[in-house]
């Protein structure tokens, strides 16, 4: 089924070179094999994901544009491609989302995300959301990193997914801490910022807490470490 999207689609269209466009080459004309608790689990963290992604998107499209007006030492390209891969990882997690049936409370978990990502950018100066993207990015990584390391095992495609997905976040943290500092972010203020989008995205996904257990994915460590 078709789900109305967290937030509307970005008016371009560029490739990148995500390794999630390999991933989706190889793996888009398979079904792939979860059992009944897996899918119950990933039908509802599946939404979560994808909104993230394509909030996501908006946050580098708004940029590039900017950026083709005071352009600073990353260009408007970097940006470009870092929308097209949330745009691989939108489309690969949808593509999974779309074999497995809905949960009857879509809606409160779609809204529940949606008010998450949006209260993010909100009343931000740009250096502070910047920031806020690399720490987010940051704690993606590290989430894959846990579902990779979880019940599904290595070999599962969706653990490869998270996997590619994971390579990417990781260039998006670099390149959004980069362009926070060039903004005029002050360092000093890392830690307390990493904590508190920490803590917020912590309460979002312990609304989730049996199904991340579902996938042998314990929130707990995650979040732990409030390093920067
Ligand atoms: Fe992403
Ligand atoms: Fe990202």
Known sequence: MTMKPCFPAVPIDVPSESPVRYWLHEYQYQTLEFTEMERTALSRLLPLLVCGEQSSQWVFYNESIRQQKTPLALAANDFERIVADEKYHEEALEWVRNQIEEPADILAIKRRSQRFFSSLGAKKTFEEHFAQIACLDALVCKLMLYIEKGSLGPHHPFTLLCRAIKQDEARHVSVSKLHALELGY?????????????????????????????LGVDLNPIFESKEE
């Open 186 to 214: 002050d360092k000093s203020q890392w830690r307390a910022l990493n904590a508190s989008i920490s803590e917020r995205l912590f309460d979002l996904l312990s609304t989730e807490r049996d199904a991340f257990a579902v």
